[in-house]
């Protein structure tokens, strides 16, 4: 009796644990759903004018106007896009008059970012963004061949000698031949929670059909004895 007892109370408590790791998904999946309805929000709302001062926690994808000049100077980011392959996202300095700040114009295919002229009065609709996408796997940019694998808004901004300022174009007015807008979203942010949550339930289910089966064909024996 006493090893039915205990096989029962590690039965009822693995499930227990598993039930509750699958529920604290459940609500971490309610969490994040949560954070990136805001972020979504927020990317979508009116812009405003470039504040005088910028905090990245705060400011984060804050929707913005700003015109300026140009700079013929540009860095070339590698990426890839679904369905189109290898790109380069164009990094550039936009000088508005007072400040020199980092624009992401869009992608381009790899084979035209040579072809690309820089220059003129533009009007750039985006938002300010500060992506996380090194790490240490990131390889070093080659500076020789202006060819850069991750935007890197401090290092880019040193740089180029811009503010440590970043907004990524959703519109370009005028527009700019073989440039493609490539406006920030929530697609790239992980919310894999509900994954999670499958698999921690799956793993009670299991854990209790098999804690089951023990405790019966244990009990077969011990009725045998």
Do not use: C
């Not at 227990?16 to 979508?44: F, H, M, P, V």
């Not at 035209?112 to 938002?127: E, K």
């Not at 061949?145 to 007015?173: G, S, Y």
Request: charged share 20%; no cysteine; hydrophobic share 45%.
């Amino acid at each position: 009796m006493k090893r039915l007892l205990f096989l029962i109370i590690v039965a009822v408590v693995g499930t227990g644990i598993l039930l509750s790791l699958g529920k604290w998904q459940l609500d971490r999946l309610a969490w994040k759903r949560a954070i990136l309805n805001e972020i979504e929000t927020r990317i979508q709302d009116a812009p405003i004018p470039l504040p005088a001062t910028v905090d990245p926690r705060v400011d984060e994808y804050q929707a913005i106007d700003v015109t300026g000049t140009l700079t013929p100077n540009y860095v070339r980011v590698l990426g890839g896009l679904k369905n189109i392959g290898a790109v380069h996202k164009i990094i550039t300095v936009l000088d508005t008059g007072d400040r020199r700040i980092l624009v992401d114009l869009g992608y381009t295919k790899i084979d035209d970012a040579v072809q690309l002229r820089l220059s003129g009065t533009v009007q750039i609709t985006g938002n300010l963004h500060w992506p996380e996408e090194t790490d240490s796997y990131t390889p070093a940019p080659d500076v020789a061949a202006n060819l850069w694998f991750a935007r890197d808004v401090d290092k880019l901004a040193a740089h180029l000698n811009a503010e440590p300022i970043l907004i990524v174009a959703k519109e370009l007015t005028p527009t700019i031949d073989g440039l493609t807008p490539l406006p920030v979203d929530t697609a790239g942010i992980p919310n894999d929670h509900l994954n999670y949550a499958i698999t921690w339930f799956s793993l009670a289910a299991v854990w209790a059909a098999m804690s089951a089966l023990f405790f019966w064909r244990t009990r077969q024996k011990v009725s045998e004895k």
